[in-house]
């Protein structure tokens, strides 16, 4: 499993955030508890035809438990286009039906539930092919005797705006930043409820780390009472990198450097914050430069005066 994937399953794994993508993006209306979620395996052992035990695994998986269990539910991400992800799909729930039977068999369960599969499409091409039918030819003799079978699908980058502005939870970063129509601006002063992972997310869908550190500038600057952060200039560097990574590397100084340049600190402000070895004299206005460059409205003389 790739580091996006990871990314997004954490994220989604939270009931607060899972709730708020089924809720708001599938079912349009308030019919799921988080409270009432309870993470459920996210394995599920089918054998084939010829006796092949293989294992079939969804990205998050709950089941839904009012006084007794109504469904299982689950979160599928797809980060490419996949053309019979209606036979995928169709394998994650048939197995799951298996096991629910096996539990029957074993008196460990009385009844069938419902399995869902949702489809989280993170790629910036829309998936057509939901239905089963689409993916053959069936001649018309047979068309009464073929089941049709169906996936439902959001695409993320294309979600409209009236459907982003009902989210609730921190997927309303990832739907406005991720987006052919990015909306960043509300959201830049405000801090995820589960920072370290809506950050992680957003760094592997755009490759910027830009959003992890604003969401660390911002929970400083909340700490310290919305004020900017002010004291030791060591002390607040370290805090924020804490905040972004255990690792700092010569890219993440650049990002950090942005990021100062940024919140309106000056070339000679933004030079205490690093020493030679990281940075020379000349190397950070060359990175002033490039920002500005990026950012026109940044009067290019007045930063690089030190005096």
Same mark, same amino acid.
């Given at each position: 499993?790739?580091?996006?994937?990871?990314?997004?399953?954490?994220?989604?794994?939270?009931?607060?955030?899972?709730?708020?993508?089924?809720?708001?993006l599938?079912?349009?209306?308030?019919?799921?508890?988080? @409270?009432?979620?309870?993470?459920?395996?996210?394995?599920?052992?089918?054998?084939?035809?010829?006796?092949?035990?293989?294992?079939?695994?969804? &990205?998050? !998986?709950?089941?839904?438990?009012?006084?007794?269990?109504?469904?299982?539910?689950?979160?599928?991400?797809?980060?490419?286009?996949?053309?019979?992800?209606?036979?995928?799909?169709?394998?994650?729930? $048939?197995?799951?039906?298996?096991?629910?039977?096996?539990?029957?068999?074993?008196?460990?369960?009385?009844?069938i539930?419902?399995?869902?599969?949702?489809?989280?499409?993170?790629?910036?091409?829309?998936?057509? &092919? !939901?239905?089963?039918?689409?993916?053959?030819?069936?001649?018309?003799?047979?068309?009464?005797?073929?089941?049709?079978?169906?996936?439902?699908?959001?695409?993320?980058?294309?979600l409209?705006?009236?459907? !982003?502005?009902?989210?609730?939870?921190?997927?309303?970063?990832? $739907?406005?930043?991720?987006?052919?129509?990015?909306?960043?601006?509300?959201? !830049?002063?405000?801090?995820?409820?589960?920072?370290?992972?809506?950050?992680?997310? +957003?760094?592997?869908?755009?490759?910027?780390? $830009?959003?992890?550190?604003?969401?660390?500038?911002? +929970?400083?600057?909340?700490?310290?009472? @919305?004020?900017?952060?002010t004291?030791?200039?060591?002390?607040?560097?370290?805090?924020?990198?804490?905040?972004?990574t255990?690792?700092?590397?010569?890219?993440?100084?650049?990002?950090?450097?942005?990021?100062?340049?940024?919140?309106?600190?000056?070339?000679?402000?933004?030079?205490?914050?690093?020493?030679?070895?990281?940075?020379?004299?000349?190397?950070?206005?060359?990175?002033?430069?490039?920002?500005?460059?990026?950012?026109k409205?940044?009067? +290019?003389?007045?930063?690089?005066?030190? @005096?």
């Open positions: 499993m790739g580091q996006k994937d990871l990314a997004e399953k954490k994220l989604e794994s939270f009931n607060d955030v899972f709730a708020d993508v089924i809720n708001n599938f079912l349009f209306g308030d019919y799921i508890d988080e @409270n009432k979620l309870i993470d459920h395996t996210t394995e599920g052992i089918i054998k084939d035809e010829y006796g092949h035990l293989f294992d079939s695994m969804k &990205d998050v !998986k709950k089941k839904y438990v009012d006084q007794f269990e109504i469904a299982i539910i689950g979160i599928e991400n797809e980060s490419n286009v996949n053309k019979y992800l209606p036979i995928k799909i169709m394998q994650y729930e $048939a197995a799951e039906y298996i096991k629910q039977l096996k539990e029957i068999e074993d008196e460990k369960r009385e009844r539930v419902p399995v869902v599969t949702c489809v989280l499409n993170f790629s910036k091409r829309k998936i057509k &092919d !939901k239905e089963l039918l689409a993916l053959m030819d069936v001649p018309n003799w047979l068309s009464g005797l073929v089941n049709e079978y169906s996936v439902k699908v959001v695409n993320v980058y294309h409209p705006k009236e459907v !982003k502005d009902k989210l609730q939870s921190d997927f309303k970063f990832v $739907a406005n930043v991720y987006s052919n129509e990015p909306d960043w601006e509300p959201y !830049k002063d405000l801090v995820p409820d589960h920072i370290e992972e809506c950050g992680d997310v +957003l760094t592997v869908l755009t490759n910027d780390y $830009a959003y992890k550190e604003q969401f660390a500038f911002n +929970l400083e600057r909340r700490r310290n009472g @919305n004020m900017v952060v004291g030791p200039i060591e002390m607040e560097r370290q805090k924020l990198r804490e905040e972004v255990a690792s700092v590397t010569a890219s993440d100084n650049k990002r950090f450097a942005f990021l100062l340049f940024k919140n309106g600190h000056s070339l000679k402000d933004v030079r205490d914050y690093f020493t030679e070895e990281e940075f020379s004299d000349n190397e950070l206005e060359d990175i002033f430069r490039e920002f500005v460059r990026i950012n409205d940044i009067p +290019l003389l007045d930063g690089l005066k030190r @005096n």
